[in-house]
């Protein structure tokens, strides 16, 4: 079992940054892929990066590539999610997730096993 919690969220003015960090519990952290993802009033909960068990691969939907960067630091079972030139769409509920198995990264919600409780971002223009 995996708990999840997440922190750094806040308020930002446009162009600023955050850098969101997710603290997991449990011995068995590297051996998970993770995942961040956010969800606005009255959307679906949508994808937004992901990190391999290894930390070699990470994907990044088209919305925030080349303004955020997922990373993971497997000794404080943590992983990070550093935004930088915020932008008022960026604005949600921010979640991480974990995904058991020695596995890379997914887009689909669905393929994570636990999720954190959500720390909220609002971008300010």
């Known amino acids: 079992q995996v708990q999840l919690v997440e922190s750094g969220g806040g308020l930002v003015q446009a162009g600023g940054s955050l850098r969101l960090s997710c603290a997991a519990s449990?011995?068995?952290?590297?051996?998970?892929?993770m995942g961040w993802f956010r969800q606005a009033p009255g959307k679906e909960r949508e994808f937004v990066a992901t990190?391999?068990?290894?930390?070699?691969?990470?994907y990044y939907a088209d919305s925030v590539k080349g303004r955020f960067t997922i990373s993971r630091d497997n000794a404080k079972k943590t992983v990070y999610l550093q935004m930088n030139s915020l932008k008022p769409e960026d604005t949600a509920v921010y979640y991480c997730a974990a995904r058991e198995g020695y596995v890379i990264g997914s887009r689909s919600p669905f393929q994570y096993d636990y999720w954190g409780q959500g720390t909220q971002v609002t971008v300010s223009s």
């Open positions: 449990g011995r068995t952290f590297s051996s998970y892929a």
């Open positions: 990190i391999s068990w290894s930390g070699g691969s990470t």
